[in-house]
């Protein structure tokens, strides 16, 4: 991804627009008992489109926001999608092919794995005590959800930053010199021609 003024831009919108929506929308509707959340998967989708450094650098940022905007402890989650955007740019740089299947279970490990960190977290620090079973199907609803929203997602965040992203694209021939020619043209069969090995 290369980083300009126009690019950094759209990212920036794209931070406040996935934060505020998550606070606003999602967070407030409940399907089978479990409410969405889709920031995890967000940091996952820049990673995979930007690389380790664009994955963390947004990760924190949608972890700063979060915590900002919400009651929550500030910074309980900034390392959590920063470690998410992180491990994602990390498989795009290792040649991973950026495909639908990769980002859907990219969102629902991000899901998953940003919620088990923060329930480890609040249970180490103190702020809740007491996990119960019950946490279990919240746990594998918002899972699934994670996958089902990767790929919208992706499809609109790859939308906006379309022009700022790089795509591999296949080596072309080279176009022939006009004296490639010469050295196509067969020899005669006494060899006597001034190209012709001695």
């Known amino acids: 991804m290369i980083i ?4 950094a831009a759209r ?6 627009l996935f934060t505020i929506l998550q606070i606003s929308f999602f967070s407030q509707v409940e ?9 995890p998967a967000c940091a996952a989708i820049f990673g995979l ?16 926001f ?16 920063m470690g998410v955007g992180y491990l994602a740019g990390t498989v795009r740089e290792r ?3 950026v495909d639908r299947p990769t980002v859907a279970v990219a969102g629902g490990l991000a899901t998953l794995g940003s919620n088990l960190a923060l329930g480890f977290y609040t249970v180490i620090v103190g702020f809740d005590s007491s ?18 929203l990767a790929i919208p997602l992706y499809a609109l965040i790859r939308r906006v930053l379309r022009p700022a992203l790089i795509h591999e694209q296949v080596t072309q ?11 196509d043209e067969l020899d005669p069969p006494n060899g006597n021609s001034p190209g012709a090995f001695q």
Do not use: E, H, N
Not at 31 to 39: A, D, K, R, Y
């Open 49 to 64: 489109l930007g690389g380790s450094l664009i994955g963390a650098t947004v990760g924190f940022a949608f972890g700063f």
């Open 173 to 183: 021939r080279p176009p022939r010199d006009r004296f490639d020619d010469w050295a």
């Open 4 to 7: 300009t003024t126009k690019s």
């Open 11 to 16: 990212i920036i919108g794209l931070i406040l």
């Open 66 to 81: 979060s915590d900002a905007l919400t009651d929550g402890p500030l910074g309980s989650t900034c390392l959590i999608f």
């Open 95 to 97: 040649g991973a092919i």
């Open 31 to 39: 399907l089978l008992g479990s409410s969405m959340w889709i920031l």
């Open 131 to 148: 996990l119960s079973g019950s946490l279990i199907p919240d746990l594998i609803l918002q899972t699934f959800y994670g996958v089902l």
